[in-house]
């Protein structure tokens, strides 16, 4: 149905206006999303721009999942003292990196889930098929690049 309303749209070359309080719906979808928190409009972009760039701590974890540092859990690791979002599939297992010890796994077909406590600050981490699962009680090492960070505007 979603390709097919995509295709229409396009076919016709006119506006859609479409709600839906399904996120990955409303990213496939759209060219611009807007996203509303009680009653008004808390950011609107590109599907990529509210997903990779959210403004706040409630679009972060709205759409999508996302790991939030707080500001002294990020100054600690070398960067801003600000709160930040770090999306899950971003951070990934390495040799190098912050050690952590596993404490739940979750197959997801697609992907594992890997919940990580790394001295205190709880992580996801989103390993894609194919790759090695540690066991629960494991200790890894995660890393992640600079730029996949991304400091939010405001901690709400």
Known sequence: MQEELKTLQRALGITFVF???DQGEALSMAD???VFNNGGIVQHGTPQDIYNRPKTRF????????NVIPPDRMA???GESRWASLRPEAIRLSESGGEATVENVSFLGAATRLAVDMGG?????MLPAGTA???IGAKVRVAWQTADLHYLDDAA
């Open 32 to 34: 611009r999303v807007a």
């Open 121 to 125: 600050l709880k992580l996801h981490v």
């Open 133 to 135: 699962v540690p066991a």
């Open 59 to 66: 679009i972060a974890d709205f759409v999508g999942s996302s």
């Open 19 to 21: 709600v839906t309080h």
């Open 76 to 78: 600690a690791l070398g």
